[in-house]
């Protein structure tokens, strides 16, 4: 019974879950029959390629390559056959509105959406990243490009691991949605997820190398401030495990580093800042702040009881999945699960928690190996 609850079970489980929701969620727009059975289909195809993988077998760089080539070519079939314009997702007009602001001189975070009235909410490192996507018009790479690069990286470091984790991509409802919608919340976790395996040497960092995984900390920071979770993760099972002072040290630096991100917005006046700032938008766009620090508290608790970066990760996961979650729930709970449905309740929140959970897709002794149960 153990053994069945390992991480990569339970990240495989909450994988096909939030798949799961994003057939529920967009096929019964159509019809309930529909739902049901790209439902069904979704979770055939996922026993099935969980089936193959268990069996050793694994696809060849040749196919992975072929596939991945007529899977880049499908979505951008899919692409035309649903323009953007047909889309009631904001992330594009976010950062147009940022952009065209910011161009013409003014505060880039007053304009507001014109589908839900929604000022541009993300850190500024976020625009700043989607800055060469804005210029050549072709927000659809950004999805694109980091689900072919996570395989790729994959491949790099763990071969083993990249026919299941593509296969499970490729079949995947939530980042079609991710893809037809131009969104990048995929993106954004798969950077912050780079720089956050990188602590995985930090017993070992130099006061020097310290200092700047710091700095480039604070910067992936800001993106999305949902990334504090596992970053205040680490920073308990750090002090648990190191030299106090010199996680200290790093704290303050990254939360510095965050601090500067966002002196560049003081051009703009003092007043326009302390009136709309990307961290007083996101603080209020999520889930309330009591609500918050029931999570962080949680939080705090079960990363002390972590043991290894492993465990830490896995944890960071889960919370991210929790807290993505919690807001769900609390939508439905003050409307209803039909309103949830068909109008607001930002399901895709849930996917800042995926590329933590494709660290424990495989069940061989590397560093993002399965924890024993």
Known sequence: MLKLFNTRNISLLIFIFINIAFCIRYAIRVSYSLAIVATLIY???????????STKKSLSLKWIFSLGTLWISGCIVLLHLIPLETIRVDRVEMIELFWNAASEGEYPYNPRGSFNG?????????????????????????????????????????????????????TSPACYWEIVCRSTIIFNALIFILWYRYLMNFNSFSTKSSIISAIIGGIVLSTRSIFAIPIIAFGIYAIKNNNISKVLIWGVTLFLSFIATHLPLLFYGIDNVMNLNPIWLQSNFFIPTEYMIICVLLLMVAAFF????????????????????????RYICYTSISHSITHGCDISYLLFSVPFLFLFLNNHNTPCSTIKS
């Open 43 to 53: 979770i055939l195809i996922s026993c099935g390629i969980i089936i193959i993988y």
């Open 118 to 170: 929604n000022h541009p909410g993300p850190m500024p490192i976020y625009f700043i990243l989607c800055y060469p996507f804005y210029l050549i018009k072709q927000y659809a790479l950004i999805p694109i490009l980091s689900l072919v690069g996570w395989v790729y990286y994959t491949y790099r470091t763990n071969k083993d691991n990249t026919s299941l984790l593509f296969l499970l991509i490729i």
């Open 306 to 329: 972590c043991n290894s970066f492993k465990q830490i990760s896995f944890v960071s996961g889960i919370f991210l999945f929790g807290i993505s979650l919690a807001y769900i729930i």
